[in-house]
């Protein structure tokens, strides 16, 4: 692959033109998964466990299958045995044993909503009664919910199999810690020696879920060939795939996975729930489809949110504000089953910041609560919380303005992190830079009792990953698109756009279509910052290639040898002969046929981003309640690609973080019930909740791909919380050491 001269002015990238799947979107042509209507199709429903540990005597479906109009009931027993084995998970792993049994409990139900059998008939109501007979004897054991009393000594084991992966060794003993890792560098110990000022806090943050509208659905046809066709909401459809074939050992050639319009998924779409019951409920029920979506407390209850986490943290500074040392603990909630993103926070929460003495141990830990998935950054918003803390803490024992002692602190190119990469091209000084000279932080705090300001950094990794798009030349000079990832945020203009510029043309002349997996070569999903990035880059690729192949037909017309052809701003030349890209598509006909082209990628040039957020609070004493006056968010996205697009997902990422930081948790009683299923009692920010969420966008270009491009999705949801903890504090001189910093926290603060 080469790189494109990046000239210095776009024609498409940098603008926003309309995106192209709104107008299906605004008047509700735009298909879901739970659209689909297929004949003879069938209902299927999902009986879940009450309990939050208990092991499975025996499950009785006897009656439920006598039912009229149940036409099948599966259980555990219906699904291949597997042995372990490590796949990927989006942008995590997991063993596809604990998967298969997430899917359906075997022997064990080990939270709250676990699923343990499901039904199809002929409508959703007799599904539903059928699983009113299902009878189930469970032994209720005691439930562990907590990561510190998890890793107790005499604590309950959740799986017999489960041994401590430690520094690449496998313990010897049952236990809860699925994983110990260790990031460090330099001396520890000296670091802290040479400190003048030292902080160190124990913070404790609670699980919170995705939030997306649109519940999980699948729905399968089982043909008697041996072929499935699965369509779902899913952020990757090669991944709904990979994972129904390992979970169901059904070849992957065999299974075609149609993508449907998803509802948000912000990382809790990698993994699949519904597509494996909906797949083998179609083969036991004479091959006929069936269709799962859930309710939303069927979301909440049992697909995964992130982790809840007990994180300590130490630094300290020198007389000059240098950082001489960091360390840190990270207890992370698995879960279930292991997975959670403890490795990427491990790196999250001190990479803003030159370390030279570093030590940080992150475990993961299995507890009764579902298994937790991948959330925007994931495990990043926990880690950056805690570290922001102290960093605003420090700088305040120094007498230092935030801003400035992050300049002071902040990595550039060429630093290390404590795992020991070092940085390419970032823009960390230059965001800094942008919120210290920006109206927001210019401008005093408005006059009022109780108002505080807060800043808070964020850093995230970004991805690159595996990715394909195929185009054809129409005569008309458009061009149309395949590509294979899935459009969460506005991808299929992004990506258009991206095309368009490579071959000169509009945004609006390239029809972008994604599509179903037997129609395109192998993508990703999206997720990890990627799309814009890797299937963007793929995309160039394709138009390069309809550049070279069209320079082909331009030489047969004017009978000149294709190297005496160039192609610049859309207009193909040779000598004083010239035709735009469109006159040329129209004589396509005269020159041998159609022109299509394709191609796959695997980019490695993800440069991560980084994010500074400043914002004005307000607390009222009395309740606890914390009002967001003014909130501004600063971040590097290397080149936007759409302006409009790139602003509105930091923007999301702010609401989300915002939610987090004050309202979002997962309530529990002893018994490990989930107490807040819902939408009302889940509290979710909304629009009166939030001002508006002003953006300045940084564009120091990624020199790793041909546009400049950084993924931008993420590292807007890592600030937040620690930002508004900061404003609190000078709001009401409370350090919030608790997620999500509710009324009855901020209280319970002013009380201590």
């Given at each position: 692959?080469?790189?494109?001269?990046?000239?210095?002015?776009?024609?498409?990238?940098?603008?926003?033109?309309l995106?192209?799947?709104?107008?299906?979107?605004?008047?509700?042509?735009?298909?879901?998964?739970?659209?689909?209507?297929?004949?003879?199709?069938?209902?299927?429903?999902?009986?879940?466990?009450?309990?939050?540990?208990?092991?499975?005597?025996?499950?009785?479906t006897?009656?439920?299958?006598?039912?009229?109009?149940v036409?099948?009931?599966i259980?555990?027993?219906?699904?291949?045995?597997l042995?372990?084995?490590?796949?990927?998970?989006?942008?995590?792993?997991i063993?596809?044993?604990?998967?298969?049994?997430?899917?359906?409990?075997?022997?064990?139900?080990?939270?709250f909503?676990?699923?343990?059998?499901?039904?199809?008939?002929?409508?959703?109501?007799?599904a539903?009664?059928?699983?009113?007979l299902?009878?189930?004897?469970?032994?209720?054991?005691t439930?562990?919910?907590?990561?510190?009393?998890?890793?107790?000594?005499?604590?309950?084991i959740?799986?017999?199999?489960?041994?401590?992966?430690?520094?690449?060794?496998?313990?010897?003993?049952?236990?809860?810690?699925?994983?110990?890792?260790?990031?460090?560098?330099?001396?520890?110990?000296?670091?802290?020696?040479?400190?003048?000022?030292i902080?160190?806090?124990e913070?404790?943050?609670?699980?919170?879920?995705?939030?997306?509208?649109?519940?999980?659905?699948?729905?399968?046809?089982?043909?008697?060939?041996?072929q499935?066709?699965?369509?779902?909401?899913?952020q990757?459809?090669?991944?709904?795939?990979?994972?129904?074939?390992?979970?169901?050992?059904?070849?992957?050639?065999?299974?075609?996975?149609?993508?449907?319009?998803?509802?948000?998924?912000?990382?809790?779409?990698?993994?699949?729930?519904?597509e494996?019951?909906?797949?083998l409920?179609?083969?036991k029920?004479?091959?006929?489809?069936?269709?799962?979506?859930?309710?939303?407390?069927d979301?909440?209850?049992?697909?995964?949110?992130?982790?809840?986490?007990?994180?300590?943290?130490?630094?300290?500074?020198?007389?000059?504000?240098?950082?001489?040392?960091?360390?840190?603990?990270?207890?992370?909630?698995?879960?279930?089953?292991?997975?959670?993103?403890?490795?990427?926070?491990?790196?999250?929460?001190?990479?803003?910041?030159?370390?030279?003495n570093?030590?940080?141990?992150?475990?993961?830990?299995?507890?009764?609560?579902?298994?937790?998935?991948?959330?925007?950054?994931p495990?990043?918003?926990?880690a950056?919380?805690?570290?922001?803390?102290i960093?605003d803490?420090?700088a305040?024992?120094?007498g230092?303005?935030?801003?400035?002692?992050?300049?002071?602190?902040?990595?550039?190119?060429?630093?290390?992190?404590?795992?020991?990469?070092?940085?390419?091209?970032?823009?960390?000084?230059?965001?800094?830079?942008a919120?210290?000279?920006?109206?927001?932080?210019?401008?005093?705090?408005?006059?009022g009792?109780?108002?505080?300001?807060?800043?808070?950094?964020?850093?995230?990794?970004?991805?690159?990953?595996?990715?394909?798009?195929?185009?054809?030349?129409?005569?008309?000079?458009?061009?149309s698109?395949?590509?294979?990832?899935?459009?969460?945020?506005?991808?299929?203009?992004?990506?258009?756009?991206?095309?368009?510029?490579?071959?000169?043309?509009?945004?609006?002349?390239?029809?972008?279509?994604v599509?179903?997996?037997?129609?395109?070569g192998?993508?990703?999903?999206?997720y990890?910052?990627?799309?814009?990035?890797?299937?963007?880059?793929?995309?160039?690729?394709?138009?390069?290639?309809?550049?070279?192949?069209?320079?082909?037909?331009?030489?047969?017309?004017?009978?000149v040898?294709?190297?005496?052809?160039?192609?610049?701003?859309g207009?193909?030349?040779?000598?004083?002969?010239?035709?735009?890209?469109?006159?040329?598509a129209?004589?396509?006909?005269?020159?041998?046929?159609?022109?299509?082209?394709?191609?796959?990628?695997?980019?490695?040039?993800?440069?991560p981003?980084?994010?500074?957020?400043?914002?004005?609070?307000?607390?009222?004493?009395?309740?606890?309640?914390v009002?967001?006056?003014?909130?501004?968010?600063?971040?590097?996205?290397?080149?936007?690609?759409?302006?409009?697009?790139?602003?509105?997902?930091?923007?999301?990422?702010?609401?989300?973080?915002?939610?987090?930081?004050?309202?979002?948790?997962?309530?529990y009683?002893?018994?490990?019930?989930?107490?807040?299923?819902?939408l009302?009692?889940?509290?979710?920010?909304?629009?009166?909740?939030?001002?508006?969420?002003?953006?300045?966008?940084?564009?120091?270009?990624?020199?790793?791909?041909?546009?400049?491009?950084?993924?931008?999705?993420?590292?807007?949801?890592?600030?937040?919380?620690?930002?508004?903890?900061?404003?609190?504090?000078?709001?009401?001189?409370?350090?919030?050491?608790?997620?999500?910093?509710?009324?009855?926290?901020?209280?319970?603060?002013?009380k201590?």
């Amino acid at each position: 692959m080469t790189t494109l001269d990046k000239p210095t002015e776009y024609k498409v990238i940098g603008t926003s033109p309309l995106r192209h799947d709104g107008v299906d979107k605004v008047t509700g042509r735009a298909a879901y998964g739970a659209d689909i209507r297929l004949p003879g199709m069938l209902y299927g429903a999902v009986l879940r466990s009450p309990h939050a540990h208990a092991k499975i005597i025996s499950i009785d479906t006897s009656d439920a299958e006598k039912l009229h109009g149940v036409h099948a009931v599966i259980t555990a027993k219906d699904f291949p045995d597997l042995e372990s084995k490590i796949v990927e998970l989006g942008e995590s792993v997991i063993d596809r044993k604990y998967q298969s049994n997430n899917v359906l409990a075997r022997d064990k139900v080990l939270y709250f909503g676990h699923a343990v059998a499901a039904v199809s008939a002929t409508s959703l109501h007799v599904a539903n009664e059928a699983l009113s007979l299902i009878r189930v004897e469970y032994e209720v054991l005691t439930p562990v919910l907590d990561v510190r009393k998890a890793i107790e000594a005499e604590s309950p084991i959740l799986l017999d199999d489960l041994r401590t992966d430690e520094f690449g060794k496998k313990g010897d003993t049952p236990t809860n810690i699925a994983w110990h890792g260790q990031n460090a560098c330099g001396d520890i110990e000296k670091g802290f020696k040479e400190a003048k000022f030292i902080v160190e806090r124990e913070f404790n943050t609670k699980m919170v879920h995705q939030g997306y509208i649109e519940p999980q659905n699948g729905t399968a046809q089982y043909n008697p060939d041996g072929q499935v066709t699965i369509w779902c909401s899913t952020q990757g459809s090669f991944g709904v795939r990979d994972q129904v074939a390992e979970i169901l050992e059904i070849p992957v050639s065999n299974i075609r996975v149609i993508p449907m319009e998803i509802g948000g998924g912000f990382g809790g779409k990698n993994g699949v729930y519904l597509e494996p019951l909906a797949v083998l409920l179609s083969k036991k029920s004479g091959y006929r489809p069936v269709k799962l979506t859930m309710s939303r407390a069927d979301v909440l209850a049992a697909t995964g949110p992130t982790s809840g986490s007990y994180i300590k943290v130490k630094m300290c500074v020198d007389a000059n504000g240098k950082i001489t040392a960091a360390q840190a603990e990270l207890l992370y909630e698995a879960g279930a089953y292991p997975g959670s993103p403890v490795g990427g926070a491990m790196v999250v929460m001190f990479a803003p910041y030159k370390i030279e003495n570093g030590l940080v141990d992150g475990y993961d830990i299995v507890v009764n609560k579902p298994r937790t998935a991948a959330y925007r950054a994931p495990g990043g918003t926990n880690a950056a919380f805690t570290a922001e803390v102290i960093i605003d803490e420090l700088a305040e024992k120094l007498g230092m303005d935030p801003i400035e002692f992050r300049l002071l602190n902040g990595v550039q190119e060429g630093d290390r992190r404590i795992d020991g990469a070092a940085f390419k091209t970032i823009g960390y000084l230059e965001t800094l830079q942008a919120a210290k000279e920006s109206d927001h932080y210019k401008s005093p705090l408005p006059t009022g009792p109780n108002r505080g300001r807060g800043v808070a950094g964020g850093f995230w990794f970004n991805y690159g990953g595996k990715s394909s798009a195929s185009a054809s030349v129409n005569n008309n000079g458009t061009v149309s698109l395949l590509e294979g990832s899935v459009d969460i945020g506005g991808s299929r203009t992004s990506l258009a756009m991206q095309l368009a510029e490579t071959l000169g043309i509009s945004a609006e002349d390239v029809h972008p279509i994604v599509a179903d997996t037997d129609s395109v070569g192998y993508t990703e999903g999206t997720y990890g910052s990627r799309t814009t990035f890797a299937t963007g880059w793929a995309v160039i690729e394709t138009g390069k290639a309809l550049i070279e192949k069209l320079k082909e037909r331009a030489a047969i017309l004017w009978e000149v040898e294709k190297d005496t052809v160039t192609f610049e701003n859309g207009v193909f030349s040779s000598g004083d002969k010239k035709l735009t890209f469109k006159e040329l598509a129209e004589k396509l006909d005269e020159t041998g046929g159609p022109v299509v082209a394709s191609a796959a990628v695997q980019p490695r040039g993800n440069n991560p981003g980084f994010a500074v957020h400043i914002v004005d609070v307000e607390v009222d004493p009395d309740t606890g309640k914390v009002q967001i006056l003014r909130y501004t968010a600063v971040q590097d996205v290397g080149k936007a690609i759409h302006r409009a697009y790139v602003e509105s997902q930091i923007q999301g990422g702010v609401a989300q973080g915002v939610g987090w930081a004050l309202n979002e948790e997962y309530l529990y009683d002893e018994q490990g019930r989930l107490l807040n299923a819902s939408l009302l009692d889940y509290r979710m920010p909304v629009a009166l909740d939030l001002p508006m969420i002003d953006t300045i966008l940084v564009e120091v270009a990624n020199p790793g791909h041909p546009y400049g491009v950084r993924g931008v999705g993420e590292v807007p949801i890592v600030p937040p919380p620690a930002a508004i903890a900061n404003a609190i504090y000078n709001a009401i001189g409370v350090r919030m050491t608790e997620l999500p910093m509710s009324p009855a926290k901020v209280v319970e603060g002013l009380k201590r």
